[in-house]
């Protein structure tokens, strides 16, 4: 583990292959079993209220439904997280052919909405776990092995891959850091 400016860092953060393949995982991430969706921070709440409107669109009608009926919003164990369909796909989940993907996300990205995806979403598969400060790792899961070998073949990594929602979270300049520190890793593994 390293400490780069009051964070705990997982190495592997720095130098795991890594680029997502949707077209193989079909965006696994969004529709994972279990009772809860995506981590949801305090802080967003508001933004993501605002945007609900927007995404409707882009859902099924049981999607809809189910928001409108029951709320987007659950608590999950200390936190709070989207609610997922079935204990499967977050109820913000649309499907693009087989590929599943964020009605939030296409909102923001049609200039229907200004909140991009939660955090937690966009950061994956980096995950922030709470020691007294964050201490970031990689999840690796089954569902993003495609990713792996798609890393080793562009050279993209976590760190890259999560760049922007890393910087979202902690600001450029740690961010920056973050690249400089997983480049003088990478010069002496080639030394
Ligand atoms: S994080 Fe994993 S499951 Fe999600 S889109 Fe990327 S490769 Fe697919």
Redesign the pocket.
């Known amino acids: 583990m390293i400490v780069l400016n009051d964070i705990l860092l997982d190495e592997h953060i720095l130098t795991q292959p890594f680029s ?3 077209k193989k ?1 079909k ?4 529709t994972m079993e279990g009772g809860a969706g995506a981590p949801i921070r305090n802080d967003e709440l508001d933004s993501i209220q605002a945007s609900v409107e927007a995404a409707l669109p882009y859902l099924s009608e049981q999607s809809v439904r189910i928001i409108r009926e029951k709320g987007w919003l659950i608590a999950d164990g200390d936190g709070l997280a989207t609610r997922c369909i079935d204990d499967r796909d977050c109820v913000f989940v649309f499907y693009d052919g087989d590929v599943a993907k964020c009605a939030l996300e296409r909102a923001y990205f049609n200039g229907e909405s200004t909140f991009r995806k939660p955090l937690s979403c966009h950061l ?2 980096v995950r922030v776990a709470d020691f007294g400060g964050d201490y970031l790792y990689y999840e690796r ?1 089954e ?2 092995t ?2 792996l070998a798609r890393g080793e073949a562009t050279g993209e990594t976590v760190l890259t891959t999560t760049q922007s929602a890393l910087e979202r979270a902690y600001g450029s300049e740690w961010t920056h850091a973050a690249v400089e520190l997983a480049r003088h890793i990478q010069q002496d593994g080639n030394d």
Do not use: L, S
């Open positions: 997502c393949d949707v995982c965006g696994a991430c969004c994956f598969p899961i569902e993003c495609p990713a």
